[in-house]
């Protein structure tokens, strides 16, 4: 099956500072590569997501890139801020047809990000 | 985006006694949802995939007796713990993928359950 790893488990910047997290991925087979943000008592909300067919996705403060030789992906966010704090995951699937294929979660990395 | 509603989002129980939480996916239908276990400062581990019509399939070493899993629609999946130990005090999340989108999954808010 497919392990997903991630690193660090914590960080910490200075406001305005850029964050970087990143994950490796064993399976060849997945295609799909969301990064999703949890904050304290909070179920998991979906930031950004990479597909195999690209190397690269911006959204505003957020990218995420992704090398499908190397088998990993990274989360990039620029001009930290205050509320940006909060545990990263990152996961991985293949993607298949009728919505069955399940993630596989990296550990997280609580990021805090400090006045 | 589409949003996946969890109850309760927290319950406390005294140990025995059964619980149950729903997911529901408001505004589109899910022909899968899943259930997550999560403990303090750990990832989320699946528990199971829940399939609308059929049984749901258990990951490695989770029991199918003690964590009852009922998927009767598009729209709700529900996870009843039976006979609830101190143990299985945990926070539970379930997700669901919209039918007609392949790859993005949607995440409830989560059911903080202690059992006394």
């Known amino acids: 099956g497919e392990n997903v790893e991630q690193h660090p488990s914590t960080l910490s910047v200075q406001e305005g500072d850029s964050a970087v997290i990143k994950c490796t991925y064993s399976?060849?087979?997945?295609?799909?590569f969301p990064w999703y943000k949890q904050e304290l008592g909070k179920g998991p909300q979906l930031i950004i997501d990479?597909?195999?067919?690209?190397g690269e996705k911006k959204d505003q403060r957020i990218a995420v890139t992704l090398n499908k030789t190397a088998k990993h992906f990274s989360l990039h966010i620029t001009e930290t801020q205050p509320e940006d704090s909060a545990v990263y995951f990152c996961?991985?699937?293949?993607?298949?047809?009728?919505?069955?294929?399940?993630?596989?979660f990296g550990t997280g990395t609580q990021l805090k990000v400090e006045l | 985006g589409a949003v996946v509603s969890q109850h309760p989002s927290r319950v406390i129980c005294k140990s025995g006694t059964s619980v149950k939480i729903e997911c529901r996916s408001l505004?589109?239908?899910?022909?899968?949802m899943f259930w997550y276990r999560q403990f303090p400062k750990q990832s989320l581990m699946l528990m199971a995939t829940?399939?609308?019509?059929?049984?749901?399939?258990?990951e490695q070493g989770v029991e199918k007796d003690k964590f009852l899993i009922n998927h009767a629609s598009l729209t709700l999946s529900t996870l009843t713990v039976t006979s609830a130990h101190p143990e299985d005090s945990s926070f539970y999340i379930c997700?669901?993928?919209?039918?007609?989108?392949?790859?993005?999954?949607?995440f409830g808010e989560g059911s903080r359950l202690t059992v006394l």
């Open positions: 997700s669901a993928r919209d039918r007609g989108v392949a790859g993005e999954l949607f």
């Open positions: 399976d060849s087979a997945s295609n799909y």
């Open positions: 990479i597909r195999s067919n690209v």
């Open positions: 996961a991985a699937s293949p993607i298949l047809t009728g919505g069955g294929n399940k993630l596989t």
């Open positions: 505004d589109f239908q899910a022909t899968t």
């Open positions: 829940s399939n609308e019509g059929s049984k749901a399939t258990y």
